[in-house]
């Protein structure tokens, strides 16, 4: 006996496709149907996706002419370099903080030496020979 799951018709963004070829991949053996039936998703669409993103063209809308496949591995190490790329990011972020209040500070010392030339003080005066 056959049993059928009906499905109703979603548009998805390009991250969820994405999110949903790992997550089903990442499932144990016997909940993948129960994952597709609870975010109503067909076998075939999401067969679809992970080929197209196996195939490196899930971003183009079209099923691949090369049915690729993803092992877990495949998986583990996408989201391996998600994490990574979430790590670089947050540290790119971090620095970029750094840098604009680095030239904020040397904008301030730079208006402070103008202003006490304007007055006539020697700043270099108190530095050592």
Same mark, same amino acid.
């Given at each position: 006996?056959?049993?059928? %799951?009906? #499905?109703?018709?979603?548009?998805?963004?390009?991250?969820?496709?994405?999110?949903?070829?790992?997550?089903?991949? *990442? /499932?144990?053996? &016997?909940?993948? /149907?129960?994952?597709?039936? *609870?975010?109503? %998703?067909? #076998? /075939?669409?999401?067969?679809?996706?992970? +080929? !197209?993103? !196996?195939? =490196?063209?899930? =971003? $183009?809308?079209?099923?691949?002419?090369?049915? =690729?496949?993803?092992?877990?591995?495949? #998986?583990? *190490? %996408?989201?391996?370099?998600?994490?990574?790329?979430?790590?670089?990011? +947050?540290? /790119?972020?971090?620095? *970029?903080?750094?840098? $604009?209040?680095?030239?904020? +500070?040397?904008?301030?010392? &730079?208006?402070? %030496?103008? #202003?006490?030339?304007?007055? =006539?003080?020697?700043?270099?005066?108190?530095?050592?020979?």
């Amino acid at each position: 006996m056959t049993v059928t %799951i009906p #499905v109703k018709t979603r548009a998805f963004t390009l991250q969820e496709q994405q999110e949903h070829v790992l997550a089903y991949a *990442e /499932r144990p053996y &016997g909940t993948k /149907r129960a994952y597709l039936a *609870e975010h109503h %998703i067909s #076998v /075939r669409q999401l067969h679809n996706w992970t +080929a !197209a993103m !196996a195939d =490196g063209n899930l =971003g $183009d809308h079209q099923i691949p002419r090369k049915t =690729g496949t993803m092992t877990t591995r495949d #998986v583990a *190490e %996408i989201r391996r370099l998600q994490t990574e790329n979430a790590h670089l990011r +947050a540290a /790119r972020d971090k620095a *970029e903080t750094e840098r $604009d209040m680095l030239a904020k +500070a040397a904008d301030a010392l &730079g208006k402070a %030496i103008d #202003v006490m030339r304007e007055h =006539g003080v020697d700043y270099d005066a108190d530095a050592p020979s």
